[in-house]
């Protein structure tokens, strides 16, 4: 079946029809085909045309040439799978608007100025020629100089650009962590508090086990128990109060990490938004040499821009660069380079600040709103990850629940689904939304 109107190439109409046909059963195996003289006759078409279409199917292995034959299905649908067809059409469908949006899903649009970024986007994408390249499969240039100069000025980070590798995320930069480090390692971390990590680490037949942790964070301790190779810290929430860890602590995990010969995987996640105090400087700026510090954008700046940066010790580096001829590079070129002339610019460090101040608000707000709609509840304050977990005095029916929330327009952290405990993350909502959702919250519980 042809249609001289159409705009496809006419051999390729013919291409088309007779896979389908084979395909559908139409055809089956050695049926024998039009020969090129025939079906061209019969659809008024050149030899050439016919010749194109054919020879196409029998690069692809649907029908073959026989000498002095003729041409014949060459291969068998009869038995094979049923296709699976979508009933639903999807292409219109839009993501699901919450009037009330307590997830981790995404960032208060008033701190990020889109069109700053769009205009250094748009600035990469000019000059074409960044773009007909692969890019460096340890991370663009550009971007590990402004990142090394960024990490040095708001976390401490002590490094060089050469010791600095890019990925596509936080997990992305793990994976390749893992590979330098070897497998069937023994992890000590604290429990629920990174699940990616936990899948990579098992990916790589690693025997995770869980610290004790007091007030303060890790205990040397429950590391002595467990003496693991590596250690994963968040030092920004830790502890059994989620606070930031002290140096005395960090220097204790340190001290431990050289002696037992263990590195620390550090994640500093959102490290640069605490705004309650002045940020402690990283665990990395203590000791450069058995440290593996992890930064991230992804609430920095914007969800979508899936960059993350990892700092390696110079052993781990000779490593990577023993096997870089067999890496590609895991992050987008334009947006790495992108990022590198926001950093420059300076527009980071403001947006930053405007940050700061935004979530300060926002989370005195949640924390207000819960302390007046779940009196007497505990409560777990997280700083940098932006959300409050809030303890209900007594277990509820979450099915249930979930499902009047939904109903409403409100959503919840999705990592907290206890019957137990509830999760407001104040990253995304506007902070006049905030009183009523968890108000809402609060009512629905009550009547359920």
């Known amino acids: 079946m042809i249609d001289k109107n159409d705009r496809k190439p006419l051999y390729r109409q013919i291409y088309h029809s007779v896979r389908q046909a084979i395909e559908n059963g139409s055809l089956r ?118 990142l090394q100069k960024y990490a040095l000025g708001i976390r401490s980070v002590n490094s060089n650009m050469s010791n600095i590798i890019v990925g596509a995320g936080t997990q992305a930069v793990l994976y390749l962590l893992c590979s330098l480090l070897g497998i069937k390692k023994r992890v000590a971390m604290q429990k629920s508090s990174f699940v990616q990590s936990e899948f990579v680490f098992r990916s790589f037949g690693y025997e995770i086990s869980y610290f004790e942790s007091d007030e303060y964070g890790v205990t040397v301790s429950s590391l002595e128990k467990i003496k693991p190779d590596i250690i994963l810290v968040n030092p920004n929430f830790s502890g059994n109060r989620g606070i930031n860890m002290p140096v005395t602590r960090r220097l204790e995990i340190i001290s431990w990490a050289a002696d037992n010969d263990a590195y620390i995987i550090e994640d500093d996640f959102n490290g640069e938004l605490r705004y309650s105090s002045h940020p402690i400087p990283c665990v990395q700026y203590y000791d450069p040499e058995h440290t593996v510090y992890i930064g991230s954008f992804s609430k920095v700046l914007l969800p979508s821009v899936r960059i993350s940066y990892m700092v390696l010790p110079d052993r781990l580096m000779k490593e990577f660069y023993v096997h870089k001829p067999q890496i590609n590079q895991i992050a987008s070129k334009t947006e790495q380079l992108a990022l590198a002339g926001y950093l420059n610019s300076g527009k980071m460090d403001s947006h930053i600040r405007r940050a700061r101040r935004v979530y300060l608000e926002k989370s005195r707000q949640t924390l207000e709103s819960i302390n007046n709609y779940f009196p007497g509840a505990e409560q777990k304050f997280n700083e940098t990850a932006m959300f409050v977990a809030v303890r209900l005095n ?28 509830l ?12 009183d009523e959702g968890v108000r809402l919250v609060s009512e629905i519980i009550s009547e359920l």
């Open 29 to 146: 195996i050695n049926d024998r085909l039009p020969s090129i003289r025939a079906l061209s006759g019969s659809l008024s078409l050149s030899k050439t045309t016919v010749i194109a279409a054919y020879d196409q199917l029998c690069a692809e292995g649907y029908i073959s040439n026989r000498p002095k034959s003729g041409y014949f299905v060459a291969a068998d649908f009869e038995n094979r799978p049923m296709l699976a067809e979508s009933s639903n059409d999807y292409s219109n469908k839009e993501n699901k608007y919450y009037e009330y949006d307590f997830s981790t899903k995404s960032i208060d649009s008033s701190v990020i100025d889109l069109a700053v970024w769009r205009k250094e986007i748009k600035n990469i994408i000019n000059r074409s020629y960044l773009l007909t390249s692969y890019g460096d499969a340890q991370g663009e240039e550009a971007l590990r100089h402004a």
């Open 394 to 421: 007594s277990p509820v029916d979450r099915t249930a629940i979930d499902k009047k929330l939904e109903e409403n327009g409100i959503r919840l952290m999705s990592s907290i689904k206890s019957d137990r405990e």
């Open 423 to 434: 999760g407001f993350c104040f990253s995304g909502i506007p902070v006049k939304k905030i």
